[in-house]
């Protein structure tokens, strides 16, 4: 029977599935937050100022300089917590 649907019937039902899933996700953030108005407000942004922009690009530089830059500066530190319990 199942195989006898067109795919445009599975379509509609997997378009009905998620207006399913998206409406109830909106009913239990309805629930938690309990005020439908402060939802905007807890899911805007805080506005940054150029300063803290500027810190987020240079972090982000140097991120992409050296991406596994921390673990290899921790894999240098637990090698040399090692050596010096070895000896």
Known sequence: ??????????????FLF?????VNAWMIALLRHG?????NQNMQRPRK???AL???FQNLAK????PFREEQENLARL???V???KS
């Open 79 to 81: 090698a040399e917590e």
């Open 49 to 51: 100022d150029a300063s």
């Open 83 to 85: 050596k010096k319990l």
């Open 63 to 66: 991120v992409a300089r050296n």
């Open 1 to 14: 029977m199942l195989d006898k649907l067109s795919p445009l019937v599975w379509a509609a039902i997997a």
């Open 18 to 22: 998620l207006i399913f899933i998206l």
């Open 54 to 56: 500027h810190s987020d």
């Open 35 to 39: 005020d439908p108005r402060s939802l």
